[in-house]
């Protein structure tokens, strides 16, 4: 899909995160000009002044979604969003680092530290943007105060997610976890089986922890009584008119895995990079996220 906003003119991931092959789809239509790596914005004059485009990499849904209704936003602010779609986690983070981006959104700050960690690359958050919570979607039950006997549940299968899940299910009364059981225990955490896991303190309903890879929660929640997913899963699979409980966007989770806009170090300083920020963080894209995605996605302050 092609799409290049240009807008009138003056004028930084999610999830249980692996990368296997890489495809990215430019939202210009004109071949991009080369540029060192310490800028890949381009600039021209117009009669209304001197235009600035900015080439964002973004994960299709929500990231590049969000940037495109946010590029009509930022037609008065003089500058033009180039939006360069990916559909993994390494190549938006290797363009950036190596110039041919002016920016990526499509990470949380975890993975953004690691990242750099295991690359040596230096790219930094220019904002926290939102944040793609883990939802309690119904399968064959729909009410979470009335849980049946032996509940099956899925969660997804990962130390950090599986976690984040239980957690989740504490709120809701479903289960306790022993005492001292936190986020940064599960984070910390390098191997954890959910199916064999001995953390639960109390469970009055019986349930049955059903652990699996988070993308296949979504096509197994017709045969799961509830599931608990990702947002970025749930998103695709249309299903936000099961969502019946999620993590708080205020909570800690919210915190420590909302989605950023990746800058170079240094480029966070950049005017037209906090123009970018502060459109995406305004009240006015808060109410859209919000009003679209029903709960899968939530802004962030």
Known sequence: MKKLFAIALSAAVALSLAACGSGASSASSAPAASTPAASSAASTSTAGGENIVLKVGASPAPHAEILEQAATLLEAEGITLDIVEFDDYVMPNTA???????????QHQPY??????????????AGAIHYEPLGV??????????????????????????????????????????EGIDLDYFRNAEDISFSEYDGIAENPHNVEIVAMEAANL??????????????????????????????????EAA???ANVIA???????????????????????????????QGSVLPVE
């Open 96 to 106: 950036l680092a190596e110039g041919s981006l002016d920016a990526n959104y499509f």
């Open 112 to 125: 953004l530290t690691n990242f750099n960690a295991e690359q040596g690359t230096d790219l930094v958050s």
């Open 137 to 178: 979607y119904a399968g064959k039950s729909s009410d979470l105060s009335n849980v049946p006997d032996g509940a099956q549940i899925g969660i997804p299968a990962d130390a950090t997610n599986g976690g984040r899940a239980l957690l989740l299910l504490q709120d809701q009364g479903v289960l306790t976890l022993e």
């Open 218 to 251: 979504p096509a197994s929640l017709p045969d799961l009584d509830f599931a608990v997913i990702n947002g970025n899963y749930a998103i695709p699979a249309g299903i936000a008119d099961q969502l019946l409980a999620s993590e708080d966007a205020a909570g």
């Open 255 to 257: 915190q420590v895995f």
């Open 263 to 293: 800058v170079r170090s240094g480029d966070e300083e950049r005017p037209e990079i906090q123009k970018l920020v502060e459109v995406l963080k305004s009240d006015e894209m808060k109410q859209w996220i919000t009003d679209k995605y």
